[in-house]
């Protein structure tokens, strides 16, 4: 599976993005999508997570009532909605991509097969 983000940007503090990714290659109904970040010096953290094959969402504590996660499965893209945004949530956002279905480990960067390139969210004061 290939993961193509996109939509990152400069913000001012509570504007919005919507960041996109997009799957080629091996795609089917059984995958879950997630979204982490990574602020410089820091690990990679989780935001959120989607199954194809459908189930509630998973969202980060900090990012719940603020973030959305969506799906289009037709063309196996997956949008990070990121409304109220703040200084904090500046950091390079990725994709990526595990088979299966949602579950509690999907918080773990380690649980996911598949990386996209990450994108660039900065988030001005």
């Known amino acids: 599976v290939q993961l193509q983000a996109s939509g990152g940007g400069l913000v001012q503090a509570g504007g919005s993005l919507r960041l996109s990714c997009a799957a080629s290659g091996r795609t089917s109904i059984s995958y879950v999508m997630g979204w982490f970040r990574q602020a410089p010096g820091k690990r990679r953290e989780f935001r959120a997570a989607?199954?194809?094959?459908?189930?509630?969402?998973y969202y980060a504590d900090a990012v719940k009532g603020r973030f959305t996660i969506s799906k289009d499965i037709a063309n196996h893209t997956v949008w990070l909605q990121m409304n109220s945004l703040k200084p904090e949530d500046t950091a390079v956002y990725f994709c990526?991509?595990?088979?299966?279905?949602?579950?509690?480990?999907?918080?773990?960067?380690?649980?996911?097969?598949?990386w996209g390139q990450g994108t660039q969210v900065t988030v001005s004061s």
């Open positions: 989607i199954s194809w094959g459908g189930g509630t969402p």
């Open positions: 990526a991509a595990t088979p299966g279905t949602l579950r509690p480990m999907i918080i773990y960067e380690s649980e996911y097969e598949y």
